[in-house]
């Protein structure tokens, strides 16, 4: 069974040689009751990493970042494309990134199932929706506000994406931890590398400001993820290798998400490059991969299979550039049409 439906393999969001060949060796522990329990082991680091969060993120509010003196009454003067300041290109990416936001009710569903509601985990998973909730608000303020988005089809997009919903369909909940690293690291670059091609210093601001939330939910599971490791690291290499393999972000229902991520991977938020040099490599960096022992035979050839991951994505990375370059060039050779 795929773990995620996939979008174009030109965005960066998966890899679909790496998906076929995880249906021939996955030997993956999918017995769920031994996944909690190692995720039970490691309660007393969730604690730890959950006080850490709440002492190093600092509270913001994304009223602070609205231009509201810019507003103006939809009602009387309805929207249209003139009134956007943004290139379409970045406004492709802010809805998007905003639609991925707006899933939020999948995301807290995500360990649910797997923690008592006094857990540290459920403790974590409510405070970590409370901060991811003012992310889409913030985004959306900002863009009525500025009128860069067509506020009738971001509605009906946000009606469309919910209702289709998201489920990771994760084989057990160590792949979620694994997931939730590589996606709030990823989400921190996207947003980050949005705000910071706007042009816009408003945009620029709000979004660096999300990001740095992103970030710090990115240390929070990586730093689980790599107490996990340490109990198992054979279980954890192979589980990993099932989530970066299939690796998408939980947008693919989101319409005309194909389209938007290309859009992106085009001018540099996010696309394969960007994921194998400011994802996948520091996370198989930061989990010390190559120096992990005692592995079991399944973990060894997980362990082959994710460490030559980065170059194979930069090998794909550069199919993509030198197609878009091809591209490029066929578009100054050709006259535009008058
Ligand atoms: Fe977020
Ligand atoms: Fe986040």
């Known amino acids: 069974m795929r773990l995620i439906t996939c979008a174009s393999s030109e965005t960066g969001f998966f890899g679909e040689q790496g998906a076929n060949r995880l249906f021939e060796t996955r030997h993956a522990v999918s017995n769920h009751a031994q996944a909690n329990e190692l995720v039970a082991s490691v309660d007393d680091t969730i604690k730890t990493l959950m006080a850490e969060h709440r002492e190093r993120r600092s509270h913001w509010y994304f009223h602070d970042f609205i ?7 939809y009602a009387d003067q309805p929207w249209q494309e003139s009134d956007a300041t943004l290139s379409p290109e970045i406004r492709t990416a802010l809805v998007l990134n905003l639609l991925t936001e707006d899933n939020l009710p999948y995301y807290y569903s995500l360990f649910q199932p797997y923690c008592d509601a006094d857990s540290s985990l459920a403790k974590w998973s409510r405070l970590w929706t409370a901060e991811e909730g003012q992310h889409a608000i913030a985004m959306r303020a900002y863009l009525l506000t500025t009128r860069n988005c067509d506020p009738r089809a971001l509605e009906d997009e946000r009606m469309a994406t919910v209702e289709a919903g998201w ?27 949005a705000g910071a091609k706007s ?4 945009a620029h601001t709000l979004m660096s400001k999300i990001a740095a939330d992103e970030n710090h939910h990115f240390l929070f599971y990586r730093g689980v993820t790599a107490a996990l490791f340490d109990q198992n690291p054979s279980v954890m290499l192979q589980a990993l290798q099932r989530v970066l393999e299939n690796f998408a972000m939980p947008g693919t229902a989101i319409p005309g998400f194909q389209r938007r991520a290309l859009s992106m991977a085009r001018i540099g938020i996010y696309n394969l490059r960007i994921h194998s040099e400011n994802v996948v490599e520091p996370l198989l960096r930061s989990w010390k991969l190559d120096g992990l022992t005692d592995l079991t035979p399944e973990g060894e050839a997980s362990r082959d299979v994710l460490l030559a991951m980065p170059a194979e994505l930069i090998e794909r990375a550069e199919i993509f550039e030198a197609r878009q370059e091809k591209m490029a060039k066929r578009r100054q050779r050709t006259p535009a049409a008058v």
């Open 67 to 73: 231009p509201w003196e810019s507003g103006r009454n």
């Open 167 to 193: 489920f990771g369909n994760f084989t057990t909940i160590l792949d979620m931890f694994c997931y939730t690293s590589a996606q709030e690291l990823a989400t921190r670059v996207s947003h980050r590398n």
């Open 199 to 202: 042009d816009c210093e408003i």
